[in-house]
């Protein structure tokens, strides 16, 4: 047993003034922090453990606040020790969505994602009491593609031609994205971090990155999530749903975009997260030892290169991405 599990399971009982309290493993998680899950009394909470040289408790205290004040199902915080990267929350479950979604569930489940997701595009904050998702983040992050899948975990160059490719086609995808709307943006909306919850579905999660974003992001990582694949068509309807839902509660103002637009700029957006992503998953593996994301990473290209085949601005980034995938 570690020095930190020791302290961890020490405050946990005092914050809950229970001598026998145990802590098991509440979630694995792509950061450096933990979760543990306890019961009283009938009663769960989770112990969340940041430490607090690798990951700040502010952010996840700042965006908890914020979404709470918008009446969003997220944790509450019960108590909190920030030397020492300790928080205790209430537990939204163990129903995790990527567990609960099949065709009898799933226009049930997104219809709710997305109904909390027009909650937070349309109420929650647009100003400096978040990060700005500028061309820099954007940019950095679809480095993360080249530099730990292809230099890293494939061991490979591009030719300089196919770098020319990569850098147009980054630059094309951070224009689309700073095109859009600007709105309260979670940053990881999916169905890892999606609970099914009998009231006021979904419980949402790991949400301590968000920042003022495109409109598009949060819906395509929800309908084109990397841990669960829906045919096209299926989702490019879900996706003018929402437009129509934007349009009728005020995140988009009538005319200010088409469907025919609003579709490219939710294609355009999926291919920056989910070269993104797939640079995560590799990093994820050699970086910080947890190869299990590895077998996201072929579902996660095969979105880059089904869209880049369909607009001729993203057909070199499409070439590059499906020669990427034979390579895995």
Not at 147 to 154: A, K, S, Y
Request: negative net charge; glycine residues 6%.
């Amino acid at each position: 047993m570690s020095d930190r599990f020791s302290l961890l399971e020490r405050w946990a009982r005092r914050q809950l003034d229970w001598p026998d309290v145990v802590l098991e493993p509440a979630s694995s998680d792509a950061s450096f922090r933990r979760y543990f899950r306890v019961q009283r009394d009938n009663t769960s909470y989770i112990l969340m453990d940041a430490p607090p040289e690798r990951e700040s408790c502010g952010p996840f205290i700042h965006v908890t606040e914020l979404l709470l004040e918008l009446g969003l199902h997220v944790p509450e915080i019960l108590a909190r020790d920030l030397d020492n990267g300790f928080l205790l929350l209430t537990d939204l479950g163990n129903r995790l969505y990527l567990d609960e979604l099949n065709e009898n569930t799933v226009d049930r489940l997104y219809g709710d994602a997305l109904g909390a997701l027009a909650t937070l595009q349309s109420c929650g904050p647009c100003d400096s009491r978040l990060p700005a998702y500028d061309r820099e983040l954007l940019m950095a992050e679809m480095g993360l593609f080249r530099d730990w899948l292809i230099r890293t975990h494939l061991d490979r160059e591009l030719a300089p031609a196919q770098q020319q490719a990569l850098q147009r086609s980054f630059d094309a995808l951070a224009q689309s994205a700073l095109q859009q709307p600007r709105v309260c943006v979670h940053r990881d909306y999916h169905s890892r971090n999606l609970m099914a919850s009998a009231v006021h579905n979904p419980g949402i999660l790991d949400y301590q990155d968000a920042v003022i974003g495109p409109v598009t992001y949060d819906l395509v990582s929800l309908l084109r999530d990397c841990y669960i694949a829906w045919p096209r068509e299926r989702v490019e309807r879900w996706a003018l749903g929402y437009h129509e839902l934007a349009l009728q509660t005020g995140i988009l103002r009538q005319g200010q975009v088409n469907e025919k637009t609003f579709l490219q700029w939710f294609d355009w957006m999926g291919v920056q997260r989910h070269l993104k992503a797939s640079g995560i998953f590799a990093r994820l593996n050699h970086r910080d030892d947890k190869p299990g994301y590895l077998q996201d990473i072929p579902r996660t290209l095969a979105y880059v290169t089904d869209v880049c085949a369909r607009y001729s601005e993203l057909e070199a980034l499409g070439e590059i991405t499906a020669q990427v995938a034979d390579s895995l």
